[in-house]
Structure formats: structure tokens, C-alpha cells
């Protein structure tokens, strides 16, 4: 149950769509940059549509983090299996434990070091902890900072289900 509870860091994805994203996201920062939310365009990837969350890092209001994320878009895929239809525009820290730290964890890693992440695991605690997933997580830079070095303001996870072998 507590591995459940967890998105499981993995050191590779092997869906072809997924990697297809991650492909592009590479060539889309210039000079070893982030590359902006604006570089991604969600039609281009028609078959990850439904299993994409996009989410805006915000300030937080309160808790323990410096950073609350807004939900910006939800698949209708992620809105099935993770019974989330009524999050589009809602915050992570309003989400409630234990869901609220399972995702906090997965965004925590991809802010911290910029760089695409990937995890395994399943939807937790909506009926649907049977389907396997594979996640990948991109960061995206504000296109309205000054930075010389942006800071993440966008984070895409996109999903694919595992073929049971």
C-alpha cells in the first residue's frame, strides 16, 4: 500500500509516444535552455491528449512549500481514471492527503533539477490501482521572466498505459 502511494522514479519510458514527446521537448530550448509553454503545442500530439495534465507553478498561499501548482488542463483520459473531472482550475494543495504529497513529490523532483523525469505507478485510490502507467514530466519556463536562467512555470505530465506482459 505505502508503494502505491507513490509515483516510482524510473530511469527510462518505453512508450513510442512518449518518448516522441520527450524528443521534441529536447529540441525545442534554445542553447540549453528550457523551452517555454509556448513550444508545446497539444494537437501535435494527438494521441496523448486525453492522458495530459498541464499545470502552472504558482506561489503559495500557505503549507509547506515555497510553490502550489494550478491545474490548468486535464485529459479526459486523467479526468476518468483519476477521478479529477472537477480539478481543471482548482490547486494541488486543495486536492487533500494523500494525493496532495504523491504529486507534490513527482513536481518537487522536476523542478529541482529541470530536466524531464520519469515515473511508473497507477491511479490511487479510485478503483483504478489495476491499470499500469508510465508518466513522463517535462518542465516549461515562464515567457514572462527576466532570468537568465528561467525558473520552471509550467510542468506537462503526460501518460501512457503499460502493456502487461
Not at 494523500?98 to 513529490?105: C, G, I, K, S, V
Amino acid at each position: 500500500m505505502q508503494q502505491q502511494m507513490h509515483w516510482q522514479e524510473t530511469t527510462r519510458i518505453s512508450t513510442d509516444a512518449l518518448q516522441a514527446l520527450e524528443a521534441a521537448w529536447r529540441g525545442w530550448g534554445e542553447g540549453g535552455q528550457l523551452p517555454t509553454r509556448a513550444r508545446f503545442d497539444p494537437m501535435d500530439f494527438p494521441e496523448l491528449l486525453p492522458w495530459i495534465l498541464l499545470g502552472e507553478i504558482t506561489p503559495a498561499t500557505a503549507g509547506p512549500r515555497s510553490y502550489d501548482v494550478l491545474f490548468r488542463y486535464l485529459g479526459s483520459e486523467f479526468e476518468r481514471y483519476f477521478k479529477a473531472s472537477n480539478l481543471t482550475r482548482a490547486h494541488l494543495s486543495s486536492v487533500g492527503p494523500p494525493y496532495t504529497e504523491r504529486w507534490f513529490a513527482v513536481y518537487d523532483a522536476v523542478i529541482r533539477r529541470q530536466q524531464p523525469h520519469y515515473f511508473t505507478g497507477a491511479p490511487f485510490g479510485t478503483g483504478y490501482e489495476y491499470l499500469p502507467l508510465e508518466m513522463l514530466v517535462l518542465p516549461f519556463a515562464r515567457t514572462d521572466t527576466a532570468e537568465t536562467r528561467p525558473k520552471v512555470g509550467f510542468v506537462l505530465c503526460a501518460f501512457a498505459r503499460l502493456e502487461l506482459v
